[in-house]
């Protein structure tokens, strides 16, 4: 089941979502063939997929365009960099993500996979925790069944759909946006009918969509241009910044129209989200989020190792010395953990979280 769902990860995030079966009765792989929580996870996964749907056609069609694969080995960006040549598993997904796959079974202590990953210079953001990453550096990453290591570059933009269990594609009403802290960048979406060649006669859409990293951060979607026969009339729209501490405050400005939102925070993953309902598709929107500092401080990783510490297969005792040390020293106490954490597995999980709090 653990293979199951990892190589299902890897399916979701590649091409084609090609998950392979034969006529043999035990060898499907529907996620009701599976154990309990292991198919939750793989329909997730699954719906994961389906959502991702408007940013891989989009970068399908730059494919097109530009003949630049949605899958890309990362050292086609950086060949001049050696460490690009020593992560042969790591690839790009599209302009905003790389993904360092797990290829190991989940460790026995500790119920997680390890994968060791390079992070070009800039600044990361773990699309599913949050945590912030600085580059330059390899470093042995670590996550549950549940989660799988893909980094978003600051300032990404990733549209999606917001699956609402119709399993059609495109010309979806309600849509998601994941945008992530730390630089400016924009993305354009593209979107035609699917079927046959009548994109090359004009028939497509596109939606450009800006962040400016400052003080005053502002996402803006502009008005869709080209066919916009193609689109719904109008949008319902879900907007997530990932990745920063919680705004003094949020603005929405639709067309002269200035509107002040209580928007949901998720202080774990650092997740600013709001909603916005009926927005005409030809309709320029900005979302202005109001704070100093606003990048996610990667405070939350003692409760992680908490986490960590709840759910190993260590005596009572062990964990409780263990996060003495974590809770009263933080990232100082790396030195002590490894000398007294005699389970590899575990010292290594610990040590990312703690260095990744420090940002180192």
């Avoid at 960006?77 to 290829?103: L, M, R």
């Avoid at 400016?212 to 949008?235: C, H, M, N, Q, Y």
């Avoid at 992680?304 to 964990?319: E, G, T």
């Amino acid at each position: 089941g653990e293979l199951t769902e990892r190589w299902m990860q890897l399916g979701v995030l590649s091409p084609i979502n090609r998950l392979h079966s034969n006529n043999n009765l035990f060898s499907g792989k529907e996620p009701w063939n599976l154990q309990p929580y292991e198919g939750s996870v793989a329909k997730e996964w699954l719906r994961l997929r389906h959502r991702l749907f408007p940013y891989i056609y989009t970068m399908n069609y730059r494919n097109h365009k530009e003949l630049i694969p949605l899958v890309l080995p990362m050292y086609y960006t950086h060949p001049e960099k050696d460490a690009a040549y020593q992560c042969p598993n790591q690839y790009w997904f599209g302009s905003e993500f790389f993904v360092s796959p797990i290829t190991e079974k989940n460790d026995a202590k500790t119920f997680l996979g390890k994968t060791k990953v390079w992070f070009p210079e800039g600044t990361w953001i773990d699309v599913f925790n949050g945590l912030v990453y600085q580059g330059e550096q390899t470093m042995d990453v670590y996550r549950n069944l549940e989660q799988f290591p893909v980094f978003a570059k600051a300032g990404a933009i990733v549209p999606m759909e917001n699956y609402d269990g119709d399993n059609s594609l495109g010309r979806k009403k309600d849509m998601e946006v994941l945008v992530f802290a730390g630089a400016d960048n924009n993305f354009t979406l593209y979107e035609d009918e699917g079927d046959y060649s009548e994109y090359q006669k004009g028939a497509f859409a596109e939606t450009r969509m800006e962040f400016t990293w400052s003080e005053k951060s502002v996402f803006t979607i502009k008005g869709a241009s080209g066919d916009a026969s193609i689109l719904p009339s109008s949008r319902n729209w879900k907007i997530k910044l990932r990745g920063v501490k919680k705004p003094e405050r949020v603005e929405v400005l639709i067309g002269q129209e200035v509107i002040a939102l209580d928007a949901d925070y998720d202080s774990y993953t650092g997740t600013v989200a709001l909603r916005l309902h009926n927005i005409d598709v030809s309709q320029e929107v900005q979302i202005i989020y109001y704070g100093e500092q606003l990048l996610y401080d990667n405070h939350s990783v003692t409760e992680r190792v908490k986490d960590i510490l709840l759910h190993a297969q260590i005596s009572y005792a062990k964990k409780s010395e263990i996060w003495k040390h974590v809770s009263e020293k933080g990232y100082k106490a790396i030195t002590m953990v490894c000398s007294e954490t005699e389970h590899q597995g575990l010292r290594g999980a610990i040590e990312e979280l703690l260095k990744v709090g420090e940002g180192v």
